[in-house]
């Protein structure tokens, strides 16, 4: 497994339901913890980053029902008035960088923000850092200032490289009527999109072009759907959607026949774990020009007996590119590759969730092999770290 994920550490206060928590992540990190306990606002403050730099915090900020809704609470203590998110990341060449944002809201009525501070930088090194006055406010189409001094790139000042590896990074929460749908973008593309656009266009483009990577996507479809052989790009015209490939009679090693499936008949587990196994293997993945792909609950709609099998395949993608992935299932963690130093555990108390890795106490139940990750994991005794009082 890669030794250097992009993004090393994360560094949250007052967002949503995150309080204050200082995460380390590592080439793979599975954040686990049940519904509703902040997982996706723990990945949802990364993005956060990357949509600001990639559009205007204020488009951020709206996509997401608007500043309220953004500011943490706490009972009895009420409403936080900014909410700050610092990134430190592996940038090629530029060492151990970061980027830091603190968005405040200037008026009681919310309606307004400002960006109290942005800071980007080389730890120990140079950085750039503007801090704004409460009294403005800015308007929908004001950029961060990353994206302009970024075009001013020079060899000691590495802006350029940190503002695209931030930018480069996928989400995904994958939807399954996207991922059955024609294609009807025209524009030839091999990457995957957020809810899982454009499928078709990736399996080809594999097809074409790494058809190793499609057979390994194909046996990894068989061994996570019952009779699944693989699933293929179809052409309809000039559009691009989907067709899957079954046996239905026979046996998998001997005589079997193989039957194709239109997109209308795949089910929705198919097209789930297809388009998990694209997100991972698309050809921008394999070549590590997506520093990251994160993964929103990847085992919706797939048989438990076969989740473990996913893992393995967190496993090899994290080789090549940093892989996060929020899971509540403890099938999904049934497989020998499971580690707890994988794990960022999430627990949730009166509306404000707890973010860290797994509690010593507990740990030593897997180190002295008394359970498994998964059986540790269902027994409900797993909780972060700072729950217990325990350190990294």
Not at 53 to 62: G, V, Y
Not at 99 to 120: K, M, N, T
Request: aromatic share 6%; with cysteine.
């Amino acid at each position: 497994m890669s030794s250097t994920p992009s993004i090393s550490r994360v560094q949250v206060r007052g967002f949503r339901s995150i309080a204050d928590c200082d995460v380390t992540l590592g080439p793979l990190t599975v954040i686990v913890g049940p519904n509703a306990s902040g997982k996706s606002n723990f990945l949802d403050a990364i993005r956060f980053v990357v949509d600001a730099l990639t559009d205007t915090p204020a488009q951020a900020i709206t996509r997401r029902g608007g500043l309220a809704a953004l500011l943490h609470h706490t009972p009895g203590a009420g409403t936080a008035e900014s909410f700050e998110i610092k990134l430190t990341m592996n940038v090629p060449s530029a060492e151990t960088s970061f980027f830091h944002l603190e968005i405040r809201a200037p008026h009681p009525d919310g309606d307004s923000f400002i960006v109290a501070r942005e800071e980007v930088g080389i730890e120990g090194g140079p950085s750039f850092s503007r801090t704004m006055d409460l009294g403005v406010k800015l308007t929908r189409t004001d950029r961060l200032a990353l994206p302009a001094i970024a075009s001013l790139e020079m060899d000691a000042f590495p802006f350029g490289r940190i503002l695209e590896q931030l930018t480069a990074s996928w989400f995904y929460d994958l939807d399954p009527s996207v991922l059955r749908e024609i294609d009807q973008d025209l524009r030839p593309t091999d990457v995957l999109g957020p809810r899982g656009e454009h499928l078709g266009q990736v399996l080809g483009a594999l097809a074409d072009e790494h058809p190793e990577a499609k057979e390994t996507l194909d046996s990894a479809l068989a061994a996570l759907v019952e009779n699944a052989v693989g699933i293929d790009r179809k052409l309809e015209g000039r559009y691009s959607t989907v067709q899957g490939r079954f046996i239905t009679s026979g046996q998998r090693h001997f005589d079997p026949v193989i039957t194709t499936f239109e997109r209308e008949s795949l089910s929705e587990g198919t097209l789930r774990a297809a388009g998990v196994l694209a997100a991972l293997l698309q050809p921008r993945a394999l070549s590590g020009e997506i520093p990251l792909i994160a993964l929103e609950e990847p085992e919706k709609a797939l048989y438990p007996s076969t989740l473990g099998g996913l893992y393995g395949t967190f496993v090899a993608a994290a080789r090549r590119t940093q892989v996060i992935v929020t899971t509540q299932s403890s099938d999904l963690l049934d497989n020998e590759s499971a580690d707890l130093s994988h794990l960022v555990v999430v627990a949730n108390t009166e509306g404000v969730s707890r973010i860290g890795p797994v509690g010593t106490e507990v740990r030593s139940l897997v180190d002295d092999k008394v359970m498994s990750v998964a059986e540790l994991h269902r027994s409900g005794l797993m909780s972060p770290a700072s729950e217990s009082g325990d350190g990294r």
